[in-house]
């Protein structure tokens, strides 16, 4: 037989990652009674590093086999066959196949069917109804006890008043003290001044409860707090003769639940004094956990040496007690300690629940060791495993990342009626997840729901992410329509995710189907869902679903984002009947009023000017007018727009000569100049310029870049460096986009710089201008000499550094060489610089260009972990 000592021996195999199984099967599977009997897998046998396929998937057989035959041990097959009896027949063949199995009946057999499986409150009381009606049985008030303390426990109140008030109509209730069974079963159901009502009836009639019923009475007393009466029962009891260490034990109980912890302290001596055998192990042990409770846990343990030592009282009883509160206070060294010290002097055993007490928190702190220990010690002892002790062995599994045993046990459990906790539902989830075997996860997470375990947000959170990560998108749609048909909510991130993992997939449909069942649970989803359901929408043309979340989202208060609405109305301007929809959906938004009318018009013609309908874009802003509502200088922007946009440059500039002789500000002349540069006009942008300065208005800086970018894209560099040159002039220092737009040229070509250096011999150019030419032929190179930190150095002295600037100098790195580009990279970090998308595709794109692919793929990864998408360039190179 395996001993403690030889689990403690084994435990350094135990963690080496080949030979696992060895020494689960030498803790766990030991034959309590000969060695003959157990399960004899020996460690060498099992080390997977010796192993073909085929041998190690027969030792893991042999092992889950093993675990199963340590559970079957709580079966007992006749039993099973009574529930499934009862579980599965009608009445009328239910009563024949009862009665076929040719049972004895008797108090005792009763007891132990309705012990067995009490949850099962159905095929008890079916039981119960059975047995009351065979010839020659009659319930006893033990039996009606063990019924009503079901029921109790289960919460069917009212099921078993309804019982109480029709049992006495049974064949058997004229044979039996129904007064008594009355009285048990109120006090057992709460219901204590009706059993006294009752107990008083019967003492009129003249009858008399026995000492069962009195102590049932007693108990339900103390219980519901009639302390009062409990002594008056207590004297009927001390009269009638009945008194016995039951009694003591209810007496204990009341003084603690008093708080008369010293009148327990008094009664409790002076039964042990006695030495006449009235006194139990429960009676010090209600003592203890009081004592415990108030936090007294040195008196406490005084108390059980004390009564240890005199010999006189049974303290087992208190031991269990006294180390629940030591696991309960997180002391479990000193519980550990303590319970191996009572094993070993006195051989004390622990009921079945404090060892699972104990293994529960030391899973938690990831005491695996001590865990196989009690494991092993339980094993040896003999003692049957409950429910909470395989669910805690399955825990175990998976925390030591033996996932495969785990399943198995999982996948047999209703061979030895496992009932899978809600600790265990989520250690088997997400350790599956982490494994990557994300279909057992998402059978295991149906399994947990179906039979009333909801998993918690986060790992609803992390199956939800491993099934949209590797596009199981099915089996997620079907995991949220079958929450949403029990009526469970999951967390809110996860159903946005995988609206959002439905959007990316290009199934926008099935999104917004899935939103729509949500949304009509009164389930709240969050801005970005509904942006990414829009855009979805959008990219597959599907307006009318655009416009109902976007609808949507104004009636739940949220704004929406001018370019979000801008191409919603675009999309819906592409569909058929488009006029007739923009206008009754611009009716609708008016009616409801959620948004200001202003706001509304605007929002209209601004997506009629983007959709291309400068037309529509007229109608909307004369209805407007129309309406009372005098457009303000943002409408007639965003009808100049709407032209210009289209190339009706003489109508737009037409509008403008309007606009400009009503308002004469900055914000007008600046949008019309970004305007025009921003659709290729760079000169009709430097007329409106020349216009706004003889107006004596000073440019915006917005001007000035919009002008340079707009002059280097169609290379008339010459212009962008006169406007640079004008702006120092102004005392304007220049900012990081024109410096940005200027490398970025040079880092094209040299052309940037001829024309600079040209310009330079001509004309007078500002320092700052002249700084910036300089720094530009050093970064085109066709000024040499100037190391990277000199070039970073001089830009720096040109403009602010930031961190498109990095860019482009990790981009001219890259050009020679990957592993100057990393070192710049890491130095940029060192500086406090943020990378982005760009940043990580230069990387990416330098490497696959390299054909360094395995770092290639490393750099990939953490770029989109970091949730930056490769850019299609990047993708085809790769």
């Not at 139990?280 to 846990?297: E, M, P, R, S, W």
């Not at 969050?526 to 043309?541: A, D, M, P, Y």
């Not at 409801?592 to 605007?602: E, G």
């Not at 990387?843 to 949730?867: N, P, Q, S, Y």
Request: aromatic share 10%.
């Amino acid at each position: 037989m395996l001993t403690l000592r030889c689990a403690r021996q084994t435990r350094a195999f135990l963690f080496s990652p080949s030979a696992f199984n060895a020494a689960v099967s030498h803790l766990l599977i030991a034959s309590s009674s000969s060695s003959s009997s157990y399960c004899s897998i020996q460690p060498y046998a099992l080390s997977t590093t010796d192993l073909s396929g085929s041998q190690s998937e027969i030792r893991r057989s042999e092992i889950v086999n093993c675990f199963r035959e340590w559970f079957m041990t709580r079966k007992i097959p006749l039993f099973d066959r009574i529930y499934e009896i009862l579980r599965t027949q009608e009445e009328a063949s239910m009563d024949s196949s009862l009665s076929s199995l040719n049972l004895y009946l008797d108090e005792s057999l009763v007891l132990d069917v309705l012990r067995y499986d009490p949850k099962d409150v159905l095929s008890c009381l079916k039981f119960f109804d059975w047995a009351g009606r065979q010839p020659g049985f009659h319930h006893t008030r033990a039996s009606f006890d063990a019924m009503f303390r079901i029921l109790s426990k289960a919460k069917l109140m009212s099921l078993m008043l309804d019982f109480l008030e029709v049992f006495v109509k049974q064949n058997y209730a004229r044979k039996i003290r129904y007064y008594n069974i009355l009285v048990i079963g109120y006090a057992i159901a709460g219901k204590c001044e009706t059993a006294l009502l009752m107990f008083g009836r019967m003492r009129f009639l003249g009858v008399d409860l026995d000492m069962f019923s009195y102590h049932v009475l007693m108990n339900s007393l103390v219980e519901h707090g009639y302390f009062d009466v409990v002594e008056m029962v207590a004297n009927e009891i001390r009269n009638r003769g009945f008194q016995n260490d039951i009694t003591h034990s209810i007496m204990m109980k009341s003084f603690c639940k008093q708080n008369k912890l010293e009148r327990a302290s008094e009664y409790l001596h002076n039964l042990a004094q006695d030495g006449n055998g009235q006194i139990n192990g429960i009676a010090v042990g209600t003592y203890v956990d009081a004592l415990c409770k108030q936090n007294q846990f040195e008196r406490a343990g005084m108390l059980i040496e004390e009564l240890r030592s005199n010999g006189l009282v049974p303290t087992e009883h208190a031991y269990g007690v006294w180390i629940r509160h030591l696991v309960v206070a997180g002391k479990l060294d000193a519980a550990l300690e303590f319970l191996k010290d009572k094993q070993g002097i006195e051989g004390y055993v622990p009921e079945v629940f404090r060892y699972n007490m104990l293994i529960g928190k030391l899973l938690r702190q990831n005491r695996i060791e001590d865990v196989f220990d009690l494991l092993a010690d339980m094993k040896e002892r003999g003692i049957v495993p409950d429910n909470v002790t395989m669910n805690s062995i399955l825990c175990l599994l998976c925390k030591v990342g033996k996932m495969h045993i785990a399943l198995e046990l999982f996948d047999s459990r209703s061979e030895f009626g496992l009932s899978i906790n809600y600790m265990a539902y989520n250690y088997l989830i997400n350790s599956l997840v982490g494994g990557v075997r994300v279909d057992e996860a998402y059978n295991v997470m149906r399994s947990s729901i179906e039979h009333g375990y909801i998993p918690g947000p986060k790992t609803l959170l992390i199956v939800a992410d491993a099934l949209c990560r590797e596009g199981r998108l099915d089996e997620m749609k079907d995991l949220v329509s079958f929450v949403i048909d029990q009526n469970i909510m999951p967390n809110k991130m996860a159903y946005d995710k995988f609206v959002l993992a439905l959007c990316k997939a290009r199934r926008v449909e099935e999104g917004y189907m899935i939103y729509d069942m949500l949304k009509q649970t009164k389930k709240e989803f969050g801005q970005g869902t509904r942006n990414e359901l829009v855009k979805g929408s959008i990219e597959l043309g599907k307006g009318d679903i655009a416009v109902r979340i976007l609808v949507d989202m104004i009636e739940n208060g949220y704004m929406p984002k001018r370019l979000l609405f801008r191409k919603t109305l675009a999309c819906l301007l592409r569909m058929d009947n488009p006029e007739d929809k923009f206008l009754q959906l611009l009716e609708m938004l008016l009616a409801r009023q959620q948004l200001t009318p202003s706001v509304i018009y605007n929002f209209f013609i601004d997506g009629a000017g983007y959709a291309g309908n400068p037309e529509l874009a007229g109608h909307v802003f004369e209805m407007m007018k129309r309406s009372g509502v005098e457009p303000g200088l943002r409408s007639h922007i965003l009808l100049f727009f709407s032209h210009l946009n289209t190339g009706r440059i003489s109508s737009a500039l037409h509008i403008f000569s309007e606009m400009s002789t009503k308002w004469n500000n900055k914000k007008l002349w600046r949008a019309i100049v970004v305007g025009l540069c921003r659709i290729g006009k760079p000169d009709h942008a430097s007329q409106v310029m020349d216009s706004m300065k003889a107006k004596l208005l000073k440019p915006r800086v917005e001007c000035y870049e919009a002008l340079v970018k707009a002059y280097c894209d169609i290379k008339h560099y010459e212009k962008a460096i006169e406007y640079v040159n004008e702006m120092t002039r102004m005392g304007r220092p220049i900012s990081s986009f024109i410096g940005n737009v200027f490398l970025l040229n040079a880092l094209k070509s040299r052309e940037l710089y001829y024309t600079w250096a040209y310009l330079s011999r001509r004309e007078h150019l500002t320092p700052a201008c002249w700084m910036l030419g300089h720094m530009v032929g050093v970064f085109s190179g066709a000024i040499r000499g100037v190391d990277t930190e000199e070039l970073e150095q001089l830009i720096g002295e040109c403009f602010l550094i930031d961190t498109y600037t990095i860019n482009i100098l990790l981009r001219r790195m890259s050009m020679y060489g990957i592993d100057n580009a990393l070192e710049y990279y890491n130095k940029s970090l060192e500086k406090g610089y943020e990378p982005n998308r760009w940043t990580y595709d230069i990387i990416v794109h330098t490497l696959a260009k390299g054909g360094r692919f395995e770092e290639c793929r490393k750099w990939r990864d953490e770029m989109l972990k970091k949730g930056f998408e490769v850019t299609e360039a990047t993708i085809r190179l790769l």
